[in-house]
């Protein structure tokens, strides 16, 4: 008896519209957790005070928010890669995923360094401070967030509208000013701390330009039918 063949047809992946969001969330989650880390963490890397404990609850908010951006970033980079499509370059793509990960992977890490921070304040508060611990991580947590990680960022920024203005797969001005944004993150970031709130609103700008054009795709694929 011969066995009953069931054909196997072999389909793309397509990248769910509603994906775009994610751009949205994380703008929103990084948004809200650098305002309450600048808030209650002094500017001054060496700054020995009492922000650990008064603003403990703040700072434990910020950190719970940063895993679901990050998550919420992987997503987005997804969806800019499918807008890419076929014209992705593998260079200039090599560079805008390698600082999209590097960005990410320095922002969960001091992320970790002011947790650890908070957490080891909360069981030994004087042997924390005396021992100079506090110094070193409040110094390293600085420096990757506030050089590094956000340069990444800007990298990030400059290769995604490099791949833009060569394959036209989003408006001029959009590339343009992604070339702007980046260099504010790359230049005033060591003069005003603030201005890391450049990237996620960057984020946010882009994830409705993609869900405006998903949206008009959409139309043009199914036109309401002639009565």
Request: glycine share 6%; proline share 4%; net charge positive.
């Given at each position: ?58 700072i434990s908010l910020a950190l719970s928010l ?54 080891s304040y909360a069981i030994a508060a004087d ?101």
């Open positions: 008896m011969a066995e009953n063949s069931v054909p196997l047809t072999a389909r793309r992946l397509t990248t769910p519209r509603a994906a775009a969001l994610a751009g949205i969330l994380f703008a929103v989650l990084l948004s809200a957790s650098y305002v309450l880390m600048r808030l209650a963490i002094p500017a001054d890397p060496l700054d020995v005070s009492v922000w650990l404990e008064e603003n403990a609850n703040s940063v895993p679901f951006a990050g998550i919420a970033f992987l997503w987005f980079m997804g969806v800019v890669r499918d807008r890419i499509g076929a014209f992705e370059d593998r260079f200039f793509s090599t560079v805008f995923f390698g600082s999209g990960l590097l960005f990410l992977a320095m922002t969960f890490v001091a992320a970790a360094l002011a947790g650890g921070m908070l957490s042997r924390l401070i005396e021992s100079g611990v506090y110094t070193y991580s409040r110094a390293v947590m600085y420096r990757i967030m506030n050089v590094y990680a956000i340069r990444m960022a800007g990298v990030f920024m400059i290769s995604l509208g490099t791949i833009w203005l060569r394959t036209r797969t989003m408006p001029l001005w959009l590339a343009l000013l992604t070339y702007g944004a980046a260099l504010v993150l790359l230049v005033t970031i060591s003069y005003m701390l603030w201005v890391t709130l450049v990237f996620p609103a960057w984020v946010g700008l882009i994830s409705v330009a993609l869900l405006v054009w998903n949206y008009r795709r959409r139309l043009d694929q199914d036109p309401e039918p002639v009565s």
